[in-house]
């Protein structure tokens, strides 16, 4: 009886053993596909900076005499107005935005 009772114990303790062991590599599996989405991330990172640097520097000022108009300006030029009430809820939740002076 006793030493069915340890068996029957045993049993559970091998069985929670491999559950645990099954999840560790599940975790594991996750770590490196996270670590791998990291990698892949800096690289996207890198890739944007590089590209903003080359649009910065590309902005000489022989471009700047050749299109005056800022490029915020054509982008709202291209937008349908808001609805009123929109506009005044973006005042009211924005009002640094929609100071005159800035700077």
């Known amino acids: 009886m006793a030493q069915e009772l340890l068996l029957d114990k045993l049993e559970e303790a091998a069985t929670k053993t491999r559950l645990l062991e099954r999840e560790k590599a599940a975790a594991v599996a996750r770590i490196q596909t996270l670590e791998r989405e990291v990698g892949e991330l800096k690289d996207l990172i890198s890739l944007a900076e590089s590209k903003a640097d080359e649009m910065l520097e590309g902005g000489s000022a022989s ?13 709202s030029a291209k937008l349908p107005p808001l609805p009123e009430s929109e506009q005044e809820e973006l005042k009211r939740r924005f009002p640094h935005a929609f100071k005159q002076n800035l700077f």
């Open 63 to 75: 471009d700047a005499s050749r299109d005056p108009e800022p490029p915020a300006s054509k982008v």
